[in-house]
């Protein structure tokens, strides 16, 4: 239990917005299909933790330059209640085959379209 | 027949239900659970920490609390009992000490009563029903 706790205190400060890494390929991204699919998956699971106000999953950009943030999907919520149990619900959990890491991503940089954090 | 409807596909997402982030073995939820944080078993809890602090922290200028008033103000110390070899046994520090170790035994005989699955220390002794 203090080691939970510990844990507890390490994770940084809860924002509305979760960033989950090690979710998605630059390959399914690719794909208009496979991109929409993923889109819906983590509208649909991402609802049920809260008020899920947008879903945003940075794509390889078509000429093949890096492009921020690729393999990362943002959720952001209405509340830091939602975006807490999501980071709760989702980390940990396995998307297509990978295990989900979740973490809170500052609400600013989000705005900004900083999705490289 | 490969999949027609894109509508019906499968979520990526494992089956699983998000697991809770503590998983406490079930043994242990008795604890946790319910009972450890009832505010009364709480405040007897409080109360035995410090009681075990003052009875720990030696015998001079500790933490026993001591009437400190001069000796005509406070009431009178009971007659002085010696041992055989003349040294006086009940002392104002031994009789403080006594004190706190019997409301420290009352303390976890009645955390014990509130909850049977508390694990008394080593050198708790219950109380005799008859003397």
Redesign the interface.
């Known amino acids: ?1 203090q080691i ?1 706790l510990q844990r507890l205190m390490l994770q940084p400060a809860p924002t509305k917005v979760v960033c989950l890494t090690q979710v998605v390929t630059e390959d399914e991204l690719k794909d208009d ?1 496979e991109y929409e ?2 889109l819906e ?1 983590m509208r ?2 991402g609802g049920k933790f809260g008020n899920l106000l947008n879903v945003v999953i940075p794509r390889p950009s078509p000429d093949g330059a890096p492009s921020p943030g690729v393999g990362k999907v943002f959720l952001e919520y209405a509340d830091i209640d939602g975006a807490t149990k999501a980071r ?9 085959g990978n295990q989900v890491v979740a973490i809170f991503y500052a609400e600013n940089r989000f705005h900004e379209g900083d999705y490289d954090g | 027949e490969a999949g027609s409807g894109t509508r019906k596909r499968k979520s990526r997402w494992a089956d699983d239900e998000p697991k809770p982030v503590i998983q406490l073995p079930d043994f242990m939820k008795d604890f946790t659970g319910g009972i450890e944080f009832d505010p009364e078993i709480q405040a007897l809890n409080a109360r035995l920490l410090e009681i075990s602090r003052m009875l720990q922290s030696g015998t001079s200028q500790s933490g026993l609390p001591l009437d400190d008033r001069p000796e005509g103000a406070r009431s009178p110390s009971p007659e002085p009992i010696y041992d055989n070899m003349g040294i006086r046994i009940n002392t104002r520090e031994y009789r403080a000490r006594e004190r706190l170790n019997k409301e420290r035994q009352e303390i976890i005989s009645q955390i014990i009563k509130k909850n049977p699955a508390f694990k008394p220390p080593a050198d708790y002794r219950p109380p005799k029903l008859h003397k």
């Open positions: 239990q939970a299909q699919d993923i998956d649909i699971e709760a619900g989702m980390n940990g959990r396995k998307f297509g």
